[in-house]
């Protein structure tokens, strides 16, 4: 019973991490409809940036997390402006594909450039480090903090799609780009907003992540298939189906990996093809969030 | 037709010209295969400055014969990219020696070449017991896990320690660690509770200390190849509460290679590793060392075990030139030259043994302190001629 307890809050913990970084990807995918890849390179360009803020700039780490989104976004709006506009909708697939990647091995190229090919932390505030109890178990406050932060980062972002102004207009534009131009959405506008608020996620999701998913020039590429993986399972653009996925794949594998080590990430994998063999287009297709 | 004949003739004195014209001081050429570039790139990294270090220490001339290093980058373990690259450097750089390899496929792959060619081939890093086994020619200056794990294993019996568990990455530097633990410590009176193996490519390593918790064991054994894994491991192992719970951390020092120090913080003060190179070993050489680093290079932060793993592969090097006196190598009488060869090295006294051609050498045991406000592995210990117990043994 223990261990069982034990296996679902780690499984909860990395499922919510898998969560944090995936989601931003689910919304550019889903709602812009463009096969982002760089999506890993912008989390990791988050975290380097948190990283330098935090040891070389002597921030705080809510500070450092609150920089790194802010120039992460602004980084990234000239790429929007000048690449991603061009190759918006679902005709430009390989185009998007073809861009984005290229896009990863320049960042990751330039990360290494800069910053070296040794691993690069983010130091932790006093606050987060050490373990909190749970009942038996002891997970570390960090992953307790992640867990909320998940929590709180799905409630934002459904009450940002379904209730207010911004997230109608968007799943008008979404739906149909030429009607909801017609009625005098800005859909150019919408789009740089939306792409901002998927690169910012991935930013958050990269400094978050970091204590698991640990920074150096190559996370951009060694990572990406966790995300996707998630997004195919959680449906692309469903918030709730995201999440849904993330804590689904986080529980299996934890508990794959702690029953029988030696099957490695065969449960992960298995979990994946089964599900989507079920659901072809993720948990919770068709619908808005 | 004629014109064909014109450039075989024109080629065939063309390659006598070359073949005659050095005849005095020749350039030998050294062929390094290592990851310059990828995920892996220190490791590359740090072969390369360890060799410009030796050759600013020692010149780059060996008698009348300049030694040059050519690189070629192999970003991940690729055995037919290893092949290849070797093949290159051995066909078209006309390279007397082969040197470098961080992965044992990347290694294993290159024994047909160096037999067919009669080639030396050094080994900088690849820590695979068998590897020396497939070919006469192979030499090796780094360690294997064996050679580690074994005076580890003993400690760890000595300290009263009755029930471990290992945890290792499931690949084949990490079945040898587990063969060469579960082998020393039962025979001296332990028990291995559990033998994990994890997925080379995990990333969350809280299940794994779930089940070392609850296997109730004293101390884990944890072997993973240095880099972000290794880190994330000694991160989980204290961030889960095990240190609290008072389980002894013991692996072989790739767990806190010296590049990775700074990033491990705090997590990693207090785990015990054994291991053949500290950068805070204390011998004059090792100073001198890290003195010509720092100031070539103006940071110490790379130096660590595949730093002189290099360094010690290029004296065997220099000293298979001298032996041959100069001009052409003679690949098997080159090796045969330096079995039995003893010298001083940053880490110790180091002597090639005859028959498996893997250095032997003291292995210490280190505990990770702070030196000076920075993480050093500081050595408590010392066994002194270590063998590579698992040559002709591990499988």
Not at chain 2, 27 to 37: E, H, L, M, R, Y
Not at chain 2, 353 to 373: A, M, N
């Amino acid at each position: 019973m223990e261990t069982m307890f034990g296996i679902a809050v780690d499984g909860v913990a990395y499922g919510m991490i898998l969560f944090i970084i995936s989601v931003g990807l689910s919304v550019t995918l889903g709602l812009m409809r463009v096969v982002n890849l760089a999506h890993g390179a912008f989390a990791m360009v988050g975290g380097y940036v948190a990283s330098y803020a935090a040891q070389t700039a002597g921030l705080s780490y809510g500070l450092a997390l609150v920089v790194a989104v802010a120039l992460t976004v602004l980084a990234t709006l000239p790429l929007e402006r000048l690449l991603y506009r061009r190759i918006y909708g679902s005709a430009n697939e390989l185009a998007q594909v073809l861009l984005t990647i290229g896009l990863t091995f320049v960042i990751v190229a330039g990360i290494n450039y800069l910053f070296g090919p040794t691993l690069k932390r983010i130091p932790l505030p006093e606050m987060l480090t050490g373990t909190v109890e749970l009942g038996p178990k002891a997970i570390p406050t960090h992953r307790a903090f992640v867990i909320a932060a998940g929590a709180a980062t799905l409630l934002g972002l459904w009450w940002l799609l379904e209730r207010t102004d911004f997230g109608i207009r968007l799943r008008a534009a979404v739906d149909d780009p030429a009607m909801a131009a017609a009625l005098g959405i800005r859909t150019e506008r919408l789009y740089l907003a939306t792409f901002a608020l998927g690169t910012g996620l991935a930013a958050l999701g990269g400094v978050l992540g970091a204590e698991l998913l640990p920074l150096e020039p190559y996370y951009a590429i060694r990572y990406i298939v966790l995300f996707l993986a998630v997004v195919a399972v959680g449906g692309a653009g469903s918030i709730f189906g995201s999440a849904a996925a993330a804590l689904a794949l986080g529980i299996v594998d934890t508990a794959g990996k702690y029953l029988i080590p030696n099957f490695g990430e065969f449960f992960f994998y298995a979990a994946l093809i089964l599900i989507l063999f079920r659901w072809p287009h993720g948990f919770f297709k068709g619908r808005a969030a | 037709m004629t014109r064909t004949l014109r450039n075989a003739l024109l080629g065939t004195a063309f390659g006598l010209a070359l073949a005659a014209g050095p005849a005095g001081a020749a350039t030998i050429k050294v062929g390094v295969v290592a990851p310059f570039s990828g995920p892996f790139g220190v490791a590359g990294k740090t072969f390369r400055e360890a060799i410009e270090v030796y050759q600013a220490q020692h010149g780059k001339t060996v008698g009348n014969d300049t030694v040059e290093f050519v690189y070629k980058d192999l970003d991940q373990a690729n055995p037919a990219q290893s092949k290849a690259l070797s093949q290159e450097l051995i066909v078209k750089e006309k390279v007397s020696f082969l040197a470098g390899y961080f992965f044992t496929p990347d290694a294993l792959a290159v024994a047909p070449l160096i037999d067919e060619a009669n080639i030396p081939c050094v080994i900088f890093n690849a820590a695979t017991s068998a590897i020396t086994e497939k070919s006469p020619r192979y030499v090796r200056t780094s360690f294997t896990l064996w050679q580690n794990t074994v005076p580890l294993a003993e400690y760890m019996a000595k300290q009263g320690i009755k029930k471990a568990v290992s945890a290792v990455s499931d690949y084949g530097p990490g079945l040898d660690g587990e063969a060469a633990f579960k082998t020393t410590f039962e025979k001296h009176g332990g028990t291995v509770v559990d033998s994990i193996r994890m997925p080379l490519k995990s990333t969350d390593f809280a299940p794994f200390m779930q089940r070392i918790k609850d296997s109730g064991a004293e101390a884990v054994y944890a072997f993973l190849p240095a880099g972000p894994t290794t880190l994330a491991f000694t991160k989980a192992f204290s961030d889960t509460g095990l240190k609290a719970a008072g389980i002894k951390f013991f692996g072989p020092g790739d767990l806190t290679q010296e590049p990775d120090l700074p990033a491990l913080g705090d997590a990693a003060l207090g785990v015990t590793t054994s291991f053949n190179y500290s950068r805070a070993h204390d011998s004059a050489m090792n100073k001198a060392f890290v003195a010509k680093h720092k100031e070539m290079f103006g940071s110490t932060d790379t130096v660590t075990f595949s730093s002189v793993g290099a360094y010690d592969g290029v004296h065997v090097i220099y000293q298979m030139i001298k032996n041959g006196g100069g001009g052409k190598i003679d690949g098997a009488k080159a090796v045969e030259s330096v079995k039995g060869m003893s010298w001083e090295s940053p880490r110790g006294p180091l002597t090639i043994d005859p028959d498996s051609r893997h250095v032997t050498q003291t292995i210490y045991l280190r505990t990770v302190e702070k030196v000076d406000g920075k993480l050093e592995n500081v050595e408590k210990e010392a066994f002194p001629k270590q063998p590579d117990y698992g040559y002709k043994v591990a499988k």
